[in-house]
């Protein structure tokens, strides 16, 4: 991996009044899971895992002039620099659901992971059930170059900001709006998209006329399903646009 590009925010398309001077933002990686409550061996993993930890940006209406959201009134951007392939995603999951219970949703976290020609972003997404998402979790993004556009700063306040930045890691688009929502829909159209490309290949290797007029009933239900979800995305993003 080619570590000798050293990544500032203003690379990742951040506004510069956002970045935090480099001689002020290394994390020491104790004071990182330091009152996390992780197993030794994920504490194991973290520190073979991860070089360095790095304060890229503080996106705050301070520096921004946007306003506090009802909850959101800060969004770190840290840099997890990679000794490996793994990323720890457990740990950085941890830190960032720890610093948003402690800050009562306040303080969120955007990781952006540097892979020597680009970077990652990664996001926790507390759970929202009314919405589909039963569990939180951290989302990574797809591989981005850093001569594209960059993490988007959209929204008319640091909530919105922050959705949008979910959005843009999960959805790799930056739209703020039913963020849950249309990660529900997304993850639902790839289960049954597996559930649909497992059925085609029972069917095709049925014999019995029952089971395989069973497989077909199966392979309907789950194509009418997709079909309806794939059109509530498309009209979702033509809302949202």
Known sequence: VNRAR?????MLGLPSITAVPANKGRLPKEA???????????????IDDIESLTMLALIRSKETGIPDGKHVREISVIEVKLKGER???????????????????AVKVLYVIPDGTGYKTAVF???????????GRLYVSEPHSLNKSGIRIAGTDLEQVWDSLCSQTALNDETP????????IR???MKLSAEQQRLK??????????RRNELWNQLRKVADELDRLKRREISGALKNG
Do not use: C, S, W
């Open 6 to 10: 050293k990544l500032t925010a203003t």
């Open 87 to 105: 990323l720890p995603a457990a740990v950085l999951e941890q830190f960032a659901r720890f610093r948003d219970d402690m800050t009562h949703h």
């Open 187 to 189: 993850e639902r159209i």
């Open 177 to 184: 709006k039913n963020v849950d929502q249309r990660i529900a």
């Open 201 to 210: 290949t029972a069917h095709a290797k049925a014999r019995q006329i029952g």
């Open 125 to 135: 997404r507390n759970a929202n059930v009314n919405e589909g998402i039963h569990e």
């Open 32 to 46: 990182f899971y330091q009152g996390l409550e992780i197993t030794v061996r994920l504490k194991r993993q973290f």
